[in-house]
C-alpha cells in the first residue's frame, strides 16, 4: 500500500489558508502569527506533509545525496567503510546511494552514469581489480565534479584520497614474523596495479631489509583474486616446487592467508610451530579459525567518516580542491594471534 503523501496545497484546503500563507507558515517567517503557525505545522503533521526533497534540491542546488562505489559488498572491510559514510552522512543531513562493481570495469562506468544521472552531488569510489586507466575519474575531477577515493587510490593529478598505512602494517607483520623465529618468508601479493599491493609489497620486502635477510624474488607470488581457493592451490604448489621451503606467510588479505593455512594443514604442517601465517584487514572470522588469524588491522569506519567529511565539505565549498592537495593516512595496527605466535 502507497503512503499518500500531502502537499501545501492541501494543508491550506483543510485550513481554508492561501497556498503561500501555508508555505510562509510552515518557514517561520516572522509576518504570521504563532496560532496560524501552530495550526499549519498540525495539520502538515496529521496530513504525513514532508517537504519535497526536488523541490528543495534545485532550491539549494543540492541532492544532499552522495553516490558510494565499492568492489563488494559482502567484504568485511568495505562494510565497515560503509557504516562508517553512512554515520557521517547522516548526520549532515545526506542520503547514500551505494552500488557494488563486483571487480568490473564496466559495472564501476556504469554505476558513474547512474549516479551522475541521478544528481548526486559527488561520490566516494574505491575502484575495481579491473581497472587500470582512470581517465574516466579524471574527466569528472577535471570538471569540478565531487570525488573521494579511499582505499583503492589511483595516482592521478588533483585526486583527494584516505587510505591505511599499506607499507606500515606490512613492515610490522614481516617484523613480527621474523622476529618469531621465521626466515624463509612467503609474501602472497595482490594484484600489481593497486597501490595498496604494492604497498604492502614494499613494506614486505624493507622489513626483510631491516632484518638482513634478502628480499627473493621467488618468495613474491601473486594472487590476484585474493580468495582462499586460490591460495589455497597456490602455496601447496609453492610447498613442493620453492628451493627454500617456506616457513612463513604474509598474505596480502585474509582470505589468502586462511588458504595459506588450509594448504599447510594439508600438507601435515603445524602452524604456528612449523610455519608462521599473518593476513591482513582483520576480518570477523580470524579470531574463529583454528589456529586463529594473526592479522593487520584496518580502520574502515573511520576511513568511511574521514572519505565522507572531505566529501562533504568539497561539497559544502569549505576547502578549494584546487588549492589543496588532500591525502589523509590511517594508521593500522598488528594484531598478533596464534598463527604466528610460537
Known amino acids: 500500500m502507497k503512503l499518500e503523501q500531502a502537499t501545501i496545497k492541501d494543508i491550506a484546503r483543510e485550513l481554508n489558508l492561501s497556498a503561500s500563507t501555508v508555505s510562509r507558515a510552515l518557514k517561520n517567517y516572522p509576518g504570521i502569527n504563532s496560532e496560524t503557525k501552530r495550526k499549519v505545522k498540525a495539520m502538515a503533521e496529521k496530513l504525513n506533509y514532508r517537504p519535497n526533497a526536488i523541490a528543495l534540491s534545485l532550491r539549494h542546488s543540492r541532492s544532499f545525496t552522495i553516490g558510494v562505489i ?70 569528472l575531477i577535471d570538471k569540478g565534479f565531487p570525488i573521494v577515493f579511499f582505499d583503492r587510490v589511483p595516482e592521478i593529478p588533483k585526486a583527494i584520497t584516505v587510505t ?76 613442493h616446487t620453492l628451493k627454500k621451503k617456506p616457513d612463513a606467510f604474509f598474505a596480502h588479505n585474509d582470505m589468502s592467508a586462511v588458504g595459506a593455512m588450509m594448504a599447510c594443514k594439508e600438507a601435515g604442517l603445524q602452524v604456528p610451530s612449523e610455519v608462521g601465517i599473518v593476513g591482513f584487514s582483520n576480518w570477523q572470522f580470524c579470531s574463529m579459525v583454528d589456529p586463529t588469524l594473526s592479522s593487520v588491522y584496518q580502520p574502515g569506519f573511520e576511513m568511511g567518516v574521514k572519505s565522507t567529511q572531505l566529501l562533504l565539505d568539497w561539497i559544502e565549498k569549505k576547502f578549494d580542491p584546487e588549492k589543496s592537495e588532500i591525502s589523509s593516512v590511517l594508521v593500522t595496527e598488528l594484531i598478533t594471534r596464534q598463527s604466528s605466535v610460537r
Open 70 to 139: 565499492i568492489p563488494e559488498v559482502v567484504h568485511f572491510f568495505f562494510s565497515t567503510v560503509i557504516s562508517g559514510i553512512e554515520e557521517e552522512a547522516f548526520s549532515r543531513g545526506y542520503n547514500v546511494i551505494l552500488t557494488q562493481t563486483n571487480e568490473k570495469l564496466i559495472r564501476e562506468k556504469s554505476s558513474i552514469n547512474t549516479m551522475l544521472s541521478n544528481q548526486i552531488d559527488g561520490v566516494l569510489i574505491s575502484y575495481s581489480k579491473e581497472t587500470t586507466d582512470f581517465e574516466h575519474f579524471s574527466n
Open 164 to 239: 591505511v598505512d599499506d607499507f606500515g602494517g606490512a613492515f610490522e607483520a614481516t617484523k613480527h614474523l621474523v622476529e618469531q623465529g621465521y626466515r624463509n618468508i612467503v609474501h602472497l601479493a595482490g594484484p600489481p596495479n593497486l597501490k595498496i599491493s604494492r604497498e604492502r609489497s614494499e613494506g614486505y620486502q624493507a622489513a626483510l631489509r631491516e632484518s638482513g635477510i634478502t628480499p627473493d624474488p621467488a618468495m613474491i607470488v601473486p594472487c590476484p583474486l585474493g580468495t582462499n581457493a586460490e591460495a589455497q592451490q597456490v602455496v601447496s604448489k609453492l610447498l
